[in-house]
C-alpha cells in the first residue's frame, strides 16, 4: 500500500501517520519530496482497511498495489491451476466443452441431447435439476429424480455431470451424482453456501454475479479456496448493463484478465451471456479465441417447447456447426478441442 500525503502536510502529521502504520502491523518506507511525501506501508494484513489511513490528517490518497484475494492470486501460484474431470482437464492443453439442456425434463429428452452433444465432442453433460427461476410459478426442475437422469445419460455415452447446486442443504445430493458442482450468479455472494463448499470434494464452477467485478467474483472464489477446496473453475456468463437488445452483456474482456490476475481456469458461457440463439455461437468463438479454458453451452433438441431458456438453447445441428468452428480456432491459437 501507498500513502500520498497532501502537500504541505506537517512533520506531526506524517509522524502521526507512520504511527497508525506500524501500530496496524506494517513496515514503512518514507520518500520525501519537494511538496509531498510518500510511504510506502510494507505487510499482509486481511484485514485491515485502508479508509482507516485515508481520513487520516494530512493524506492526500491511499494506493493499494497488492490484491485483496491471496489463495486466487498468480502471486500464490505462477502455474495456471488445472481441474480434472475425469479424463478432462480444464485449464489444460485442451479446451472443454461442457453442453446439455437447461433443465432436465425427462428421461427421452435428457438421453437425446447426451447422445448427440458427445458424438459432436463434449466432455461434460450440463443440466439443471434443480432450478433458480425468476418467477415462483416457472419449472423449477425435477430434483433428485433430474440428477439420477442427468447421471445415467451422462454415463450411457461417456461423459461427466456438472449440475447447480442451490444452497447448502443440497450439496451431498448433488455430491452423490454429478462431477462438478455448479454455483448460479445470483448464488456468488451467498459466503456461507461458499465457505461449506470449499468443504466439498468435488470442483466448483463459480459464475460471476449479475453486477459482480472482476475483483468481487475472485473474492468469492477465495471463500472456497480458502475453506480446503483448490478445485475451483471460474465462469464467466455476462453482466447486467444498460443494455437491452441482449439478455446480458457478455464481458468477453474477462477473460484475458482473470488469465493475467488468477491461476484459477475460466470457463465462459454463451449461452446466458448474450441470451439469443443465433449470437450464442458467435460469442462462443470469441471466447475461445479470447483463452477460454471451456465452454458451457446450452443445447436443447426442441428449444421451442423446451420448459426453460429455449430461446438460447442450440439445435443439436448448430451445436456440431459451433464445433467444428471452435476446433479451428483453438487450434490457430495453439491449443485443442478434442
Known amino acids: 500500500m501507498v500513502v500520498v500525503t497532501e502537500p504541505g502536510a506537517t512533520e506531526k502529521q506524517i509522524e502521526e501517520i507512520i504511527r497508525v502504520l506500524h501500530e496496524h502491523g506494517f513496515d514503512v518506507h518514507r520518500s520525501t519530496g519537494v511538496r509531498q511525501t510518500v510511504l ?36 500464490f501460484q505462477k502455474e495456471g491451476t488445472v481441474v480434472k474431470v475425469g479424463s478432462a482437464e480444464i485449464g489444460g492443453h485442451d479446451v472443454v466443452i461442457m453442453a446439455g439442456p437447461c433443465s432436465v425434463e425427462s428421461e427421452k429428452q435428457i438421453f437425446a441431447i447426451a447422445e448427440h452433444v458427445a458424438k459432436s465432442g463434449a466432455r461434460v453433460l450440463r443440466g439443471g435439476a434443480f432450478k433458480p427461476r425468476t418467477s415462483p410459478y416457472s419449472f423449477q426442475g425435477l430434483g433428485e429424480e433430474g440428477l439420477k437422469l442427468l447421471r445415467s445419460a451422462a454415463d450411457a455415452f461417456g461423459l461427466k455431470v456438472i449440475t447447480e447446486v442451490m444452497d447448502r442443504s443440497q450439496i451431498g445430493l448433488v455430491e452423490r451424482y454429478s462431477d462438478v458442482l455448479q454455483v448460479g450468479a445470483r448464488n456468488m455472494q451467498n459466503f456461507t453456501f461458499l465457505k461449506e463448499l470449499g468443504k466439498a470434494s468435488k470442483p466448483v464452477m463459480l459464475k460471476r454475479g449479475l453486477s459482480a467485478t ?91 417447447h423446451a420448459k426453460s431458456d429455449g430461446a438460447q438453447s442450440l439445435f443439436p445441428d448448430q451445436f456440431s456447426e459451433m464445433m467444428a468452428e471452435v476446433r479451428i480456432i483453438a487450434q490457430a491459437i495453439g491449443r485443442r478441442v478434442p
Open 40 to 75: 510506502g506501508a510494507i505487510g499482509v494484513q486481511p484485514d485491515f482497511d485502508h479508509r482507516q489511513i485515508q481520513l487520516l490528517p494530512g493524506v492526500a490518497e491511499v494506493i493499494r498495489i497488492t490484491d485483496p484475494y491471496k489463495l486466487a492470486s498468480r502471486a
Open 214 to 304: 472482476i475483483e468481487e467474483w475472485l473474492m468469492s472464489a477465495e471463500y472456497i479456496l480458502s475453506g480446503g477446496n483448490m478445485q475451483v473453475i471460474l465462469c464467466e456468463r455476462g453482466i447486467r448493463t444498460f443494455e437491452t437488445a441482449t439478455r446480458n452483456t457478455m464481458d468477453i474482456g474477462a477473460i484475458p484478465v482473470i488469465k493475467k490476475k488468477s491461476h484459477l481456469p475460466i470457463v465462459a458461457d454463451p449461452s446466458h451471456g448474450i441470451g439469443i440463439r443465433d449470437k450464442v455461437i458467435p460469442m462462443a468463438r470469441a471466447a475461445v479465441a479470447a483463452g477460454a479454458d471451456g465452454l458451457l453451452i446450452e443445447v436443447h433438441n426442441d428449444p421451442d
